[in-house]
């Protein structure tokens, strides 16, 4: 029994294509924080293949990790903590800096006279206070460093403090502001609106957008984005499988504590998901579970491992209670690969090489692309004298399903469910191979 998580990567491009029109063709994309939790390399390829062709991550790893997938010198990569490392450690590779303060400023001017190549975004606060150059700290440096003023910084860039509330007038004088004291600079090219300055004012767009929430049809209140009167998409969808339907009568109690007690004779679900699946108990007045297109109320407490939900109410001709592969559902049985877990330990020992990004030698693998994948398979079946079921010839891979002995037969269900092809990327581990489609 598995919960299974569906990403749809075309939705995702849809959101971001549509965002990028309204921008004037001036988005970019923050993928920081593994993407807000949907896949740093995969989101970021699924938009570059939209178009996308700059990027902002939060910390100089995911950079390092991103450039390693996308090579390309056209795209570019901006790392919001600053220059905190070696500036040697961004030129090598080929990150942007955003310079956050007066320290980063004067390492990287020192660093750009002895490498002229080196690139960065200049970060001026306008009115968060969190980070970036004051007004007062930029006068005083333009005062005495007067070369400054010549830098050809990719992006002068600034962050709205409150573009959510449209009624805050405080937005616009952050806008004047940034205006202002762009125009001290050679190269005037201003990065200025997240995802609720791109909706708040066209005006707003100026040279670069940066949208992240709103790649995934949200803003930061938690409302769907309309533009030009249409909706964006969320592109993830939940999957859990129903353990037990039942019936309850008026006045029973339900759940834990029997704080709960049903105002009417009831049909109740058994949902195999809990809060050590990350659905947190606070969570319960503020979430519901759909089913057969009904939206259905949490009954009782949130535990462990499952939940209960009212289904009275739903059209439940054809629900069917979890047996085996039944409503689509994906069960970790259909993703073995050995019968012992996929361990980095494991990994590292035959391919000599370790592309996880969640560091540990028990750890299962990540971060692997399905070609990847192939030849761990083969050099695995080589160690333990097995035959091959993978024949690589190639952009083409061919399989022998009939193979005797392989370790590695039931990738052809991920295959056969998913339509997994070579270089879609997969997540590997805890004796499973499962694909993000």
């Known amino acids: 029994m598995q919960c299974v998580l569906e990403i749809s990567l075309k939705k995702i491009k849809s959101n971001w294509k549509k965002i990028n029109k309204y921008s004037n063709f001036r988005a970019s994309a923050v993928v920081k924080a593994n993407a807000y939790g949907f896949g740093l390399e995969e989101i970021a390829i699924a938009l570059n293949e939209s178009g996308c062709n ?3 991550v939060a910390q100089i790893e995911e950079g390092i990790k991103l450039r390693n997938r996308l090579k390309s010198d056209k795209i570019k990569i901006g790392v919001l903590e600053g220059m905190i490392h070696h500036p040697e450690e961004y030129k090598k590779n080929d990150l942007i800096p955003v310079i956050n303060n007066i320290n980063q400023l004067n390492n990287f001017i020192d660093y750009k006279k002895l490498s002229p190549q080196i690139r960065s975004i200049l970060h001026l606060d306008t009115g968060m206070n969190r980070l970036g150059l004051d007004s007062n700290e930029l006068d005083n440096v333009l005062h005495n460093i007067s070369y400054i003023s010549s830098i050809n910084f990719e992006f002068i860039l600034t962050h709205f403090s409150n573009s959510n509330n449209k009624d805050d007038n405080f ?3 952050q806008y ?3 205006l202002k004291l762009s125009s001290y600079f ?3 090219k201003i990065s200025l609106s997240n995802t609720g300055g791109i909706l708040l004012d066209k005006k707003f767009i100026l040279d670069q957008t940066r949208p992240g929430i709103g790649i995934y049809g949200y803003d930061a ?3 769907n984005i309309i533009i030009n009167k249409k909706n964006l998409n969320f592109p993830a969808k939940l999957k859990v499988p ?3 339907i039942r019936f309850g009568k008026k006045g029973d109690k339900v759940s834990y504590g029997r704080t709960e007690t049903l105002n009417r004779d009831s049909k109740l679900a058994t949902i195999g998901i809990g809060y050590a699946d990350g659905i947190l108990r606070i969570l319960k007045k503020n979430i519901s579970l759909m089913i057969n297109g009904k939206s259905c109320r949490i009954i009782g407490s949130i535990t462990m491992d499952s939940l209960i939900v009212d289904i009275t109410d739903v059209d439940a001709k054809n629900l069917k ?3 085996d592969r039944e409503s689509g559902v994906i069960f970790i049985d259909d993703f073995y690969v050995s019968k012992d877990l996929v361990s980095q330990q494991l990994y590292t020992s035959i391919m000599h090489t370790n592309p996880s990004y969640f560091k540990g030698s028990n750890h299962p693998v990540d ?9 761990f398979c083969n050099a695995l079946s080589r160690r333990e004298g097995r035959e091959l079921v993978y024949i690589i010839q190639k952009d083409t891979i061919v399989a022998n399903w009939n193979a005797n002995h392989s370790v590695c037969h039931n990738l052809k269900s991920i295959c056969h469910w998913h339509r997994c092809w070579p270089g879609k990327r997969v997540e590997f581990g805890l004796h499973k191979i499962a694909c993000l489609s």
């Open 321 to 323: 209670v979890w047996r």
């Open 54 to 56: 700059f990027f902002y």
């Open 186 to 188: 050679k190269n005037r």
């Open 367 to 375: 971060s692997i692309t399905w070609d990847e994948c192939i030849q």
């Open 171 to 173: 937005n616009y004088i």
């Open 221 to 223: 209140n938690g409302k």
């Open 242 to 244: 129903i353990l037990q």
């Open 176 to 178: 004047e502001k940034i």
